[in-house]
């Protein structure tokens, strides 16, 4: 597992943006984020579960957090620019944005992938991310320390047949993240830099390995540490990596 001991207080005063919170490793995310101190906005697709993750933040007595629906699937460049909006309104700062949601899509060889799948795949994976970082860029910039943090995955940088859109969207994730990193150093303090989480217990590894024991694999807690090591001071200077959770 990845060391690292994250003090008390280690995200206070610091607002991050967390996609796919509702559910899996997003929604332990922001739960810690809160833990340590963060002002966490919870992006995702189903509100239900995001007002659960509100209720359980709230409930802690943790920061209180903020929610913002929407579907990466089928949300526009205007989308985008409404959340930017909302958060310079609401907080007038972001400081870590942690891009998680993902879509496994389906499994299976390349001659037979479902074009409309394969779209969508890429859509969630790749251009959501894109187009959030575009519109959020402006407010990061102005933090004095800003933490992007993309999820990227054991396909992301070596093909595995059968994985189809979801390696490809994960090698492109890896590329988004480096050329970001790139584009911002000595520009700015936007740091960029990807976790790969490896096999973890949530409904998307489960529907990829269905004959799997999930007592077997880590719980989205135990995996935490690299989670706020990259969006807290401590990882200063990192920029550009791919850091695996254990
Ligand atoms: P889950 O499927 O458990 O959670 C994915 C989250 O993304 C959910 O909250 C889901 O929302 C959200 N999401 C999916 N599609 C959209 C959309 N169109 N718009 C907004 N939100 C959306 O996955 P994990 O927690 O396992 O995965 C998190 C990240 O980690 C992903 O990027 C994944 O690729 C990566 N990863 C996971 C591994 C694992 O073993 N679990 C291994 C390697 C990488 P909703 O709840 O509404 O469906």
Sequence with gaps: M?????????????VILVTGAGDGIGRTA????AQYG???????????????VY???????YPQPAIIPLNLEVAVPHDYDTVAEIITREFGRLDGLLHNAGLLGRLGPLHQYDPETWQQVMQVNVNAPFM??????PLLRESSDASVVFTSSGVGNKGRAH???????????????????????????????????G???????????PAENPD???????IMPVYLYLMGQDSHPINGQVLKAR
């Design 132 to 137: 959030l970082t575009r519109a959020l860029l």
């Design 38 to 52: 963060a002002t966490v906005v919870l992006l995702g697709r189903t509100t239900e579960k995001l007002e659960q």
């Design 216 to 222: 077997t694999l880590p719980t989205p807690e135990e």
């Design 55 to 61: 209720d359980e933040i709230e409930s802690a007595g």
């Design 30 to 33: 922001a739960i810690t984020y």
């Design 163 to 197: 994985w189809g859109a979801y390696s490809v969207s994960k090698f492109a994730t890896e590329g988004l993240m480096q050329v970001l990193a790139d584009e911002e150093d000595g520009l700015s303090r936007v740091r960029s830099n990807a976790i790969n989480p």
């Design 2 to 14: 990845f060391e690292y001991q994250a003090p008390e207080g280690l995200l206070e005063n610091r």
């Design 199 to 209: 096999a973890t217990q949530t409904t998307m590894r489960a529907s990829a390995y």
